[in-house]
């Protein structure tokens, strides 16, 4: 997959992974990276699905309607990067934290629901439920901090509340953290995401 791997200076931090929303890039989410662990390595992922030209993780049939098939494959073949990266760049593939947002917080979420040993904690700003009516793995103890906006359109409060039980009924531990705004992503939602991350890690 198309990506930006920056070697941080403490190798014991985990290496942030970052991904991106629709029509994003590998470069978007990189100040991100420094504002929540400046030491970590960082890897940034480009999602390999185009939708008129923008970059996504997965296909979806509507706005907010996911294509489950592509989703399932996309989720494996992010699940063997982030195996081949750690194998290329020499880092500790069980000290990864995803940082994603929008489509990049729902397939860091879909990690979540496929494999228990996916990621070691995970930054998800505005993501929806991947997928309904599955068993989730066993998650017990991994942090997941979520960022939801009570007025957006894209993933309504409810969404976020349905996201945040499932979870925690795999045994993560989920900080959801709501913005009175919309879907964009805020200083102060970054703020709390940081500040979550250096009680956390
Ligand atoms: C998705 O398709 O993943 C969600 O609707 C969020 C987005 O617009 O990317």
Redesign the pocket.
Known sequence: MKHIYQQGTNAEAPVLVLLH??GGTERDLLPLAGMISPQSSVLSIRGNVLENGMP???K?LA??V?DEEDLVLRTKELYDFLDEAAETYGFNRRNLVAVGY??GA?IAGSLLFHYSDALRGAILH?P?VPRRGIQLPDLSGVPVFMGAGRNDP??PPQESEDLEQLLSEAGAVVNLHWESTGHQLTGSEIDAASAWYQRTF
Do not use: D, L, P, Q
Request: contains cysteine; aromatic residues 18%; proline residues 0%.
């Open positions: 929303g629709t996504r993780f997965f979806r706005e907010g996911f929008s489509n729902n505005h929806m894209i993933c």
